[in-house]
């Protein structure tokens, strides 16, 4: 099963073409997790999902119907997005902006409701982010104001969410936390999550559903146990490594090739070759 769907996607900018003709199918209550080079079009991929990106070709479908025909606010009462690199007003509170994701509920003659008031203290409690509540969002470190950003996604009650590399520029202790929570929210409520990832082990320790793109097109898609290979890795990235089980979580993980394989010669030993600039 799968609500948000996509057919002969073509993605532009201006006249250079990103994504060629992209069939893809995001399964319903699972996160699936988008990997591959840079430029490849994971993040266009992402924004087009989100109605961001207007298609050159193709479409996007939410239930069957087209997202350019559909009203932006209904939209945005389905699809959560967060983007890479989200800006928040100077010296917004941590509140007041978990509460921005309230507005797509809202109208004229509907403004602020005890389910708005539940939603962003739900939203807020989930990502820890409650005593926070009267803090600039200026103020905080990079994994808090993480939190907050998606505090205010999960404050829109979406059943899809969308996040655009949402580890980038943090630390590894903070990327494992933010990691952690979007499993939380998927598991515990059954939210479908699409996540944009740089790094492929943190991609196959957290998706149920792995897609692998290279220029544009997808190369491979499955449970990361079945798609993630040596052979993908160099196909994809152009790596040479071994693919090996995660000794905690089971997933696969890849462990780079030794950097002088590329230097050995026909019949060698596997020694490493000679640096002509050691002694």
């Not at 996607?9 to 995001?26: F, K, N, Q, S």
Request: net charge negative; charged share 25%; with cysteine.
């Amino acid at each position: 099963m799968s609500r948000l769907t996509a057919r002969e996607l073509t993605l532009a900018y201006e006249e250079r073409t990103v994504v060629h003709e992209l069939d893809l199918a995001v399964p319903d209550g699972k996160v699936t997790v988008i990997v591959g080079p840079n430029a490849c079009g994971k993040s266009t991929t992402l924004r087009a999902l989100g109605r961001l990106l207007k298609p050159k070709g193709g479409a996007v479908l939410l239930d069957g119907e087209e997202l350019a025909r559909i009203p932006t606010k209904r939209i945005a009462q389905s699809i959560g997005l967060l983007p890479q690199t989200p800006v928040a007003p100077e010296a917004i509170t941590v509140a007041d902006l978990v509460a921005r994701g309230r507005q797509p509920h809202q109208a004229w003659w509907r403004q602020w409701s005890e389910e708005d008031e539940r939603a962003v203290v739900d939203a807020m409690e989930r990502t820890d982010v409650s005593t926070l509540a009267d803090r600039s969002v200026d103020e905080l470190s990079g994994g808090q104001r993480q939190r907050v950003w998606i505090a205010m996604a999960l404050a829109q009650e979406t059943d899809l969410l969308l996040l655009d590399e949402p580890t980038t520029y943090l630390d590894i202790a903070h990327q494992v936390e933010v990691l952690d929570l979007v499993r939380r929210l998927n598991r515990v409520r059954g939210r479908t999550v699409v996540v944009v990832l740089h790094d492929l082990n943190q991609a196959a320790r957290y998706a149920d559903h792995l897609i692998a793109m290279k220029a544009g097109r997808v190369v491979a898609e499955g449970a990361p146990g079945e798609v993630v290979t040596a052979e993908l890795v160099r196909e994809v990235f152009g790596l040479e490594s071994v693919v090996v089980p995660d000794p905690v979580t089971g997933s696969p993980l890849v462990v780079p090739g030794a950097p002088w394989a590329a230097e050995e010669t026909p019949g060698s030993t596997g020694a490493p070759a000679p640096d002509p600039l050691l002694p």
